[in-house]
């Protein structure tokens, strides 16, 4: 299991697309610390023949027939969009 | 030095459903923004995707027209980005489980001339998996305005080995991977309404080595030609990098087909970090021999085996099978004209010349055209049976394609069956020998060719109603009567 | 009339409105007032609509007058936590990135509720994000516990269980990610019901974690719990992960189970980090079972209980790090002014949007799935979460459900956990397994600390068979009158 010190708090916070003041950098990393050393305890565990659980009780071929249903009203659909032109939502250009 | 290309094509083909990929509201084009929306396309908070049974349907049947093995088990997994265009900020895609892989692409390369049919070749095939479309950005100057309609169609990413070695092949792939598309009702590929598009992996190496070399890849390339193009010009940019002592750099690039160029979209190759995880909203696909065999049942006959059908059924010759083969439809058409006509020679030809140009004239789409299989074929036998004459035919066949009228009819109507009146036809030539002394004379000296301009006199004066055959047989006749010349 | 009604169950409500002794606008009104007189010190609302509910209560009252009752839930109100969607109502999460959001759809359950013929009754307070155990982490308001103002109420769900407690709803709904309902059951001294999952549709629940989130009812009692969970409990085809069979009649249900049963005790749960007036009180409980004539049985949790908080906390964040990507500014929810490009607006919309615990969790759950370590974190994760399911079936074999302590002390004070992250994930450790196994529990009343603070008992049932859980926990209740008592506001 990876060391807790290799917490790259600026790539993952990259990653997140959360902007950290450097406060929160220095404070989510201590306690993000203390998290991973807790957390590494599960490379204790044997789980060589074990198969992962992605769900309690899997099923499986859950599915719609392809059969339209009404959806939402342009307005609804726009209703909480914090910017809006010619029914459609605004934001900034990307910049790469 | 000589170069070899690598090129490995990766294309996204919008599945042929009535409503998006994970939710039911209706899948579409040219909507008004945001018509198409509900919770899930939107991404609201709260809201679940749900799997759309026939997209699962439809990339079985595309896995099994191509030779690909399917999963038993697939599962489905989150890719992790941001983008304006990507409600969610995550793909619902396949990562390490794709439902297809392997499989091959039969493609045709162009051969020594248009007559003649070009070296065939399988493409191999990586994967092909489903995933989800994401919305249309609007660029406005400093904004970019989002319509989600297209946001959650079903997309089906096709994936191929980098086994193409030439702009030309990668063309040839392209060609006969949306023909397979068409035939299997899978998408419409077309190609300017965004149904098919295309991004290429292209590197050149010395001829004959095994290494790769640097890939660069190409976006955007959206129209069929355009990937020719782009790669070709790809190819040439990187065998002038390498010869002018550079390296080539592995980034992105973007095609203009109308300038014929390219730029780099991103010079520093910021690795992605996708963080796939398996999506623990949605539960994992089975697909049992009994799915697979109900599929299987409705999978067409692919282009490249019926075009060898038609050589050896019908005989027809290459170029009226490159040309009807492409079109499911035209030869499902085919098929039914020569069968009934007993002609799959003539029918092909009529279906192939004349009826794909009124077609094109009229911008008539087949389904909607009044000249069925019947109107062939009744065509077919008339000319066949000496009824009319193959210029009748022609002369005809614009006016049955646009009314519908049965062949049989409008000659009846029009009384235009050929004269076979031996008195007529006696008469006829009689009156073309009398007009046309100096071809007489050249006929008699040996010129085979000159008795043409008196059967052109006939024709003439009989509207074309005259048996071609008949007017041959007593023309010849006559000619060779000694008092024929001396009788007027 | 008004101060009889609040702490009625919602059996007699249901009996009052259907004598005519109460009508449901009567009967909203009460709570109405005792949310005018209670919250300010509660603060279990996040918002509330009087003249809507009202309304809904008139439309009530007229179709029972008409004889076209729409269900068991005909003219009586429910809250929700904020966190559930209901159409036209404020739907925030308790977070600022969602505080003017407007919900344009229904969640299964909110619709399931309105079928039948519940009154919608206010927004109620949370950890934002449904991502703590205090409700200090709202980003609006702490809720205060009803029994003791300066404590809090437990979390996530501390408004529905704060506003039950304190007679401002007879009903609620939560949900629970990690023990996000029982915990504030007990902290609360109220019933607190997880079901197992896929049985309640999560269509319409803000997705914290995915594979772990199941919403349930909060109620006076065992019936009640009983009864709001038939309402809204089966199949749904708008959630995949929704178990495909029907549910029975719990409330007809578990009058026919009558035990004895088999009730093992899972010895780790009992260690040295449990508070000796919640052990005193859960064995307490044990030994009415056995008095009762049930057979009681030490069994071994061993991974459970050593595991479930690391495996936790890989699964849930890592989710949630990708559930909660979509509050991005773009389409809805707080959009920062600042942002000069799109990237940039998610970088500051996100940063002002969440609060410090969603953040933290959000950077926990991208590092563990980020590249590398996919394999050593969250397949490693999904893999002692099948050792921790087996756990649970192992022990299953021998006995018919399990009994256990909710959390390991009553109520805390405010702001006592809140500097220590780790801290205050480890209060989960007797609530996450059971969301890891997918198994169903409840939190019922088992007596009080010397402080007056409710102490809650966890009976931890098997996949599915609620109605038999129920039961179990009914059981009890009717032994006891740990419900009746109420806090005094
Ligand atoms: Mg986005
Ligand atoms: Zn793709």
Redesign the pocket.
């Known amino acids: 299991m990876a060391s807790p010190s290799d917490i790259d708090i600026d790539y993952v916070a990259n990653l997140a697309r959360i902007a950290l003041t450097d406060t929160e950098k220095e404070i989510f990393s201590r306690q993000l610390g203390d998290v991973l050393r807790y957390i590494e305890k599960l490379s204790a565990v044997d789980v060589s023949h074990v198969e992962p659980t992605a769900h309690a009780f899997p099923i499986s071929n859950v599915w719609a027939e392809d059969t339209p249903q009404p959806g939402l009203p342009v307005e609804a659909a726009l209703r909480n969009a914090p910017a809006q032109r010619d029914d459609m939502i605004v934001v900034p250009v990307v910049v790469e | 030095m000589p170069y070899e290309a690598v090129i490995g094509l990766e294309v996204h083909v919008q599945v042929k459903t009535r409503s998006k990929m994970f939710t039911r509201v209706a899948a579409g084009y040219g909507e008004s923004p945001n018509t198409l929306t509900d919770p899930v396309v939107l ?1 609201l908070p709260g809201a679940l995707p749900v799997m759309n049974k026939t997209a699962l349907d439809r990339i079985v049947k595309v896995g099994l027209m191509l030779g690909c093995e399917i999963a038993p088990v697939c599962k489905w997994d989150r890719k992790n980005y ?8 995550y793909q619902i895609s396949q990562y390490d489980q794709p439902i297809c892989q392997g499989g091959t692409v039969e493609i045709e390369l162009p051969g020594p001339s248009r007559n003649i049919m070009g070296e065939h070749l399988r493409i191999p095939l990586t994967r092909i998996h489903l995933e989800e479309d ?1 919305g249309k950005l609007n660029h406005a100057g400093r904004e970019s305005l989002i319509d989600f309609n297209r946001a959650g169609t079903p997309l089906m990413e096709i994936v191929s080995e980098a086994a193409l070695r030439s702009a030309e092949e990668a063309f040839a792939y392209l060609t006969a991977l949306r023909t397979v598309m068409v035939y299997g009702g899978i998408s419409d590929c077309d190609m300017e309404k965004g149904q098919l598009r295309c991004d290429a992996n292209v590197s050149i190496r010395p001829a004959g080595a095994t290494e790769l070399g640097t890939k660069v890849e190409l976006k955007n390339l959206n129209s069929i030609s355009f990937v020719r193009d782009g790669i070709a010009h790809e190819i040439k940019r990187q065998i002038a990098v390498v010869e002018s002592g550079g390296t080539i750099v592995q980034e992105t690039r973007d095609y203009d087909g109308q300038t014929g160029t390219s730029q780099s979209l991103r010079s520093k190759e910021m690795a992605h970090d996708y963080r796939y995880f398996p999506d623990p909203d949605l539960m994992p696909v089975k697909v049992d021999e009994e799915w697979k065999a109900r599929i299987r049942a409705g999978c067409p006959e692919l282009p490249f085996d019926k075009q060898r059908r038609f050589f050896a059924e019908y005989q027809l010759p290459y170029t009226i099978t490159a040309v009807l083969t492409p079109d499911r439809d035209l030869c499902d058409y085919f098929e039914e004209a020569a069968k009934s006509s007993g002609q799959p020679q003539a029918a092909g030809n009529w279906i192939a010349n004349d009826l794909l140009r009124e077609l094109a004239a009229g911008k008539v789409a087949l389904a909607d055209c009044k000249m069925r299989p019947a109107h062939i074929a009744g065509l077919v036998r008339l000319v066949e049976a000496g009824v009319i004459s193959n210029n009748i035919a022609k002369e005809v066949f614009v006016e049955l394609f646009q009314t519908g009228e049965m062949p049989e009819a409008m000659v009846g109507r029009k009384g235009l069956k050929q004269s076979t009146d031996v008195g007529e036809l006696d008469q006829w030539c009689g009156a073309a020998i009398a007009a046309n002394p100096k071809s007489v004379t050249d006929f008699k000296a040996g010129k085979e060719n000159a008795i043409n301009a008196m059967k052109g006199f006939v024709m003439k004066q009989s509207k074309g109603k005259a048996n071609p055959r008949l007017v041959d047989e007593i023309l010849r006749a006559k000619l060779r009567a000694p008092s024929a010349g001396r009788m007027q | 009339m008004s101060s009889d009604l609040i702490f009625k169950s919602a059996a007699e409500l249901a009996a009052l409105l259907e004598t005519g002794q109460v009508s449901s606008v009567e009967l909203t009104q009460a709570f109405i007032d005792r949310r005018r007189a209670v919250d300010d010190r509660v603060k279990a609302f996040n918002s509330f609509d009087e003249t809507d509910a009202l309304a809904q209560a008139r439309a009530s009252d007229a179709r029972r007058a008409g004889g076209e009752m729409r269900g068991a839930l005909e003219g009586i109100p429910v809250g929700l936590k904020d966190v559930i969607a209901v159409a036209g109502q404020p739907l925030t999460c308790s977070s600022r990135m969602l505080a003017n959001f407007v919900s344009p759809y229904d969640a299964t359950v909110a619709a399931r509720l309105k079928s039948a013929g519940a009154i919608l009754w206010g927004r109620l307070n949370m950890d934002e994000f449904a991502m703590g155990s205090s409700t200090e982490n709202s980003a609006f308001q702490t809720t205060s516990n009803p029994w003791d103002l300066e404590r809090v109420p437990g979390g996530s769900s501390g408004g529905p269980a704060a506003a039950l407690a304190a007679g401002e709803v007879p009903l609620a709904l939560g949900s629970d990610t990690g023990g996000s309902i029982r915990q504030p059951a007990s902290f609360c001294g109220v019933v607190g019901f997880k079901p197992t999952y896929g049985l309640v549709s999560r269509y319409g629940l803000v997705a914290f974690a995915s594979s772990l989130d199941q919403i349930g009812p909060f109620a006076r009692t065992v019936e009640d719990a009983a009864l709001l969970l038939g309402a809204i409990g089966g199949h749904d085809p708008l959630d995949s992960t929704s178990y495909p069979a029907a549910i029975p009649d719990y409330r007809a249900e578990i009058k026919k189970h009558r035990g004895p049963w088999k009730l093992g005790v899972p010895k780790e749960y009992f260690g040295p980090g449990l508070n000796a007036e919640v052990a005193g009180a859960v064995r307490a409980a044990i030994e009415f079972y056995q008095g009762a004539g049930c057979e009681i049985r030490e069994v071994s949790l061993p991974v459970a209980a050593e595991y479930a908080i690391a495996t936790y906390y890989i699964i849930a964040t890592a989710e949630a790090s990708s559930n909660l ?2 509050y ?1 500014g ?2 809805y929810g707080h959009r920062s002014k600042e942002g000069s490009d799109a990237i940039d607006l ?1 970088f500051k919309s996100r940063a002002e949007g969440f609060g410090p615990e969603v953040k933290r969790r959000i950077i926990l759950g991208t590092y563990v799935l980020s590249s590398g370590y996919y394999d050593a974190f969250y397949l490693r994760a999904q893999k002692v979460r099948t050792l921790i399911r087996q756990d649970f079936l192992n022990a299953y074999r021998e006995v018919d459900a399990l009994l256990a302590p909710v959390a390991p002390t009553a109520a805390f004070k405010k702001g006592e956990k809140s500097s220590d992250p780790l801290a205050m994930y480890l209060s989960d450790i007797y609530t996450i397994s059971l969301n890891l196994a997918g198994l169903p529990g409840i939190s019922i009343p088992c007596g009080f600390t010397r402080e007056g603070l409710p102490i809650g008992l966890q009976i931890i049932g098997q996949p599915f068979q609620e109605a038999g859980l129920l039961a179990i926990a009914r059981a009890y209740e009717q032994a006891h009158g740990w419900n009746g008592m109420n806090p005094k506001l």
Do not use: E, Q
């Not at chain 2, 941001?82 to 900020?89: A, G, L, Q």
């Open positions: 991404a941001f983008y304006p265009d990507s409600p969610k900020n994401v | 990507a979509r991005d773009v389409r998610y």
